[in-house]
């Protein structure tokens, strides 16, 4: 059985900083894309950052040089710190693992709330 848990969200000033995880288990973790994608309500769901199975990383220009995504292998962990937070951040944020088509799966997501 696949899962994907997020945690690390939460409320947050203007500004500030939050590093979200996802922890992976049930997947042969080293080979798949994984990706943090988020949605606000009455927003379609989004892309933020992707980090391939060679370590290249995707970024949404709305978080470029804030957002910076990383994994741990031998932790099925894959980690999303961001930096510099902006309202237009809030949004659930959902991890997301990727083996071609065939093979995606999702979290359950965490809230991110940028207020002050």
């Known amino acids: 059985q696949v899962r994907l848990v997020e945690s690390g969200g939460g409320l947050v000033q203007p500004g500030g900083s939050l590093r979200l995880s996802c922890a992976a288990s049930?997947?042969?973790?080293?080979?798949?894309?994984m990706g943090w994608y988020r949605q606000a309500p009455g927003n379609q769901r989004e892309l933020v950052a992707i980090?391939?199975?060679?370590?290249?990383?995707n970024y949404a220009d709305s978080v470029k040089g804030r957002f910076t995504i990383s994994k741990d292998n031998l932790k099925n962990t894959v980690y999303l710190q961001m930096n510099s937070l902006k309202f237009e951040d809030t949004a659930v944020y959902y991890c997301n693992a990727e083996l071609g088509e065939e093979y995606v799966y999702w979290g359950q997501g965490t809230q991110v709330t940028v207020s002050s």
């Open positions: 049930g997947i042969r973790f080293s080979i798949y894309t």
């Open positions: 980090i391939k199975s060679s370590e290249r990383t």
